[in-house]
């Protein structure tokens, strides 16, 4: 006997997010309606986890040949208009593609190329 609900086992498993906000979306749904890329940002408050995206971020766009240039934001007023609510936060074409955290240039790349198909 399962006491509200607990020892109860969940019989469907949700797949994981594939976004950064955490809110189980499904996988197909993240990317179905983007487009190719035309404007990557890192948000930052000029600390040395933001510089260290920032750097990454630029690498990744050079090693994928990419039209882009590399925005650095590190006003607030436009940070927190933009929905970022840890930083460093990466921004792809208008939505916030990580946040919080400081990814390595292979993870960059790997998420543009993700993002781009």
């Not at 600390?47 to 971020?57: I, M, V, Y």
């Not at 050079?62 to 882009?68: A, D, E, M, Q």
């Not at 970022?84 to 790349?109: C, D, H, T, Y």
């Amino acid at each position: 006997m399962a006491l509200f609900g607990f020892g109860k086992k969940n019989e469907e498993e949700k797949p994981a997010c594939t976004c950064s906000c955490g809110c189980g979306c499904e996988p197909s749904a993240v990317h179905s309606d983007l487009g190719p890329i035309t404007k990557v940002r890192v948000l930052g408050s000029g600390c040395k986890n933001c510089h260290t995206l920032l750097e990454s971020t630029q690498e990744a766009v050079r090693t994928l040949g990419l039209p882009v240039q590399v925005e650095y934001v590190t006003d607030m007023q436009e940070i927190m208009a933009s929905g970022a609510m840890m930083m460093p936060a990466l921004e792809i074409n208008g939505r916030i593609a990580s946040g919080g955290r400081v990814l390595k240039a292979s993870q960059v790349v790997k998420l543009l190329e993700d993002w781009g198909r």
